[in-house]
């Protein structure tokens, strides 16, 4: 399979999804003025500060032309992976519900997160079982989730809440703890938290993220766990 | 929620482009005030808040920081639509229309 990894001005995590992707499949940059997915079958939106996060993180990228192809393609069941600001940028683009707000720290946090997944049935963690834990670094000033009361219960019974911080991780103090939510219909998912940066023991000493990218590939390969 | 119903309805039609002798057509210059909504914690007005007390200054509260997006536009009518599709995110902002009045000369 091929993933595609959009380039925006300002993205940082680009090429660290970039290499994440190659270890499970083949993967291409694709440039946030283009509008060819150049036969990508699944798509992530990267980390960074897209257009310099003016306005609102996210708010300026979602019109890229390139976000517009995008976003047919997830309308018509496609694969997309947002990452930190590839999150922000997807709520931003109504393909996932809900907005990221300062943390309510008010600081800029790095550090290793740990999570627990939700829903090892959907696209993206299928490699995961039920209830593991999951290291990866979190990076971010502007990562807290929120959406109302009423659309957080839709979610729930849908199993959109995919990933949640364990107890005692929710640094950026997201609604119900949540790190990781996907569409209704199972096809688009975004994590503040970076996957990308947690494929190889060397650097981080966690490879967990590549279970997002493994299950990523099960999904558009139509390998079940 | 705080949203806009059109330019003041001092007229039946807002001000339109203005196609008369006179020239330019009439261009309004907007101010709109973007806040976070009630009840959504809001992180830089608490930081503010309690900032406030070490310079001596006792009893405000309720500080809330949001941003202000000055604009001048031909059509008024697009106003809202701009606001909710870019200037803020309806979910966790609200957003005001503060002042509109004519354009001064650039």
């Not at chain 1, 998912?189 to 590939?217: N, Q, W, Y």
Request: a negative charge; glycine letters at 12%.
């Amino acid at each position: 399979m091929k993933f595609g990894v959009i380039q925006f001005p300002g993205s940082c995590d680009d090429l660290d999804a970039l290499n994440a992707a190659k270890r499970v499949g083949d993967a291409e940059l694709l440039w946030h003025g283009e509008r060819d997915l150049k036969g990508a079958d699944a798509i992530v939106v990267p980390g960074g500060f897209s257009y310099g996060d003016y306005l609102r993180a996210g708010a300026i990228a979602r019109f890229a032309p390139m976000m517009e192809t995008v976003i047919d393609f997830a309308n018509d069941g496609g694969h997309v992976l947002g990452i930190c600001n590839g999150f922000q940028v997807l709520c931003e683009a109504h393909l996932l519900p809900g907005a990221l707000l300062g943390n309510a720290n008010r600081r800029f946090t790095s550090r290793q997160v740990e999570l627990e997944v939700l829903n090892s049935g959907g696209s993206f963690t299928r490699a995961c079982a039920l209830d593991e834990r999951l290291s990866i670094p979190a990076k971010h000033s502007w990562g807290r989730y929120y959406a109302d009361p009423q659309t957080l219960a839709a979610m729930d019974n849908a199993g959109q809440i995919v990933l949640r911080y364990a107890p005692g991780e929710n640094f950026n103090g997201s609604v119900h703890d949540i790190a990781g939510v996907s569409n209704e219909r199972g096809n688009v998912f975004g994590l503040m938290p970076h996957p990308e940066h947690a494929v190889d023991e060397l650097i981080g000493g966690s490879t967990d993220g590549l279970k997002i990218f493994e299950s990523m590939r099960m999904t558009v390969e139509g390998v079940h766990a | 929620m705080l949203g806009w119903n059109g330019p003041e309805r001092t007229h039946d039609r807002p001000r339109r482009l203005d196609h008369s002798d006179r020239g330019a057509p009439s261009v309004m210059r907007v101010r709109v005030l973007i806040r976070p909504k009630a009840g959504i914690l809001d992180p830089q007005g608490e930081a503010v808040e309690r900032a406030l007390p070490a310079l001596g200054f006792d009893g405000v509260t309720n500080v809330q920081v949001g941003r202000l997006v000055e604009l001048d536009i031909e059509d008024p009518w697009q106003l809202e639509s701009i606001c909710e599709r870019l200037l803020a995110n309806p979910l966790v902002e609200d957003y005001e229309i503060v002042s509109m009045e004519a354009a001064g000369k650039r």
